[in-house]
T-cell receptor
Framework: NAGVTQTPKFQVLKTGQSMTLQCAQDMNHEYMSWYRQDPGMGLRLIHYSVGAGITDQGEVPNGYNVSRSTTEDFPLRLLSAAPSQTSVYFC????????????FGPGTRLTVT | SQQGEEDPQALSIQEGENATMNCSYKTSINNLQWYRQNSGRGLVHLILIRSNEREKHSGRLRVTLDTSKKSSSLLITASRAADTASYFCATEVAGANNLFFGTGTRLTVIP
């Protein structure tokens, strides 16, 4: 199993550009989520999904969209990048939304200039 | 915020010593998890303790939970240089659909 994969590893965007961060898992996990990690802030939840076709907002959803058309994939779209979105983004999945350990991808380091 | 707070923010010890880090949280929880993050990597799950449990062990890790004080501690015994990483607690809050992560403790183990 590859586990949770994320692409790209690094990305630089100009303000106003849009892009999609890719996330895929091959463990047949129902629950997937996106976090951003900023210095001194820990991880903050952006969006999550409890299964294909079902998504919901987390703590910091503004400026981001998600969709879940398959169990495996959970892309995160930045609609119009802003410098405040400079961060490291992690995708995670778990068997269930609560009690099970979350498996994290390696992260995408995004810089918005 | 329902985020946990780890204490200390940074800890530096000699190889072979024990490392203790603490997590405090604000609201009632269903379970609490500890994760490790090596520099530049994603988080790795270490251990989960449920609200009705007081202590749990996994290899060199010992986790305690005191729900009356809304706190947990992670003890790493006989530390190794490879234990150098950031450690995060994450709480599953009753009624919420996600985990809330703390800000982490940066552990450095000096060979």
């Amino acid at each position: 199993n590859a586990g949770v994969t994320q692409t790209p590893k690094f990305q630089v965007l100009k303000t106003g550009q849009s892009m999609t961060l890719q996330c895929a898992q091959d463990m047949n996990h129902e629950y997937m989520s996106w976090y951003r990690q900023d210095p001194g802030m820990g991880l903050r939840l952006i969006h999550y999904s409890v299964g294909a076709g079902i998504t919901d907002q987390g703590e910091v959803p503004n400026g981001y969209n998600v969709s879940r058309s398959t169990t495996e994939d959970f892309p995160l779209r930045l609609l119009s990048a802003a410098p405040s979105q400079t961060s490291v983004y992690f995708c995670a999945s778990s068997l269930d939304r609560k009690e099970y350990e979350q498996y994290f991808g390696p992260g995408t380091r995004l810089t918005v200039t | 915020s329902q985020q946990g707070e780890e204490d200390p923010q940074a800890l530096s010890i000699q190889e072979g010593e024990n490392a203790t880090m603490n997590c405090s949280y604000k609201t009632s929880i269903n379970n609490l998890q500890w994760y490790r993050q090596n520099s530049g990597r994603g988080l790795v799950h270490l251990i989960l303790i449920r609200s009705n449990e007081r202590e749990k062990h996994s290899g060199r890790l010992r986790v305690t939970l005191d729900t009356s004080k809304k706190s947990s501690s992670l003890l790493i015994t006989a530390s190794r240089a490879a234990d150098t990483a950031s450690y995060f607690c994450a709480t599953e809050v009753a009624g919420a659909n996600n985990l809330f992560f703390g800000t982490g403790t940066r552990l450095t183990v000096i060979p």
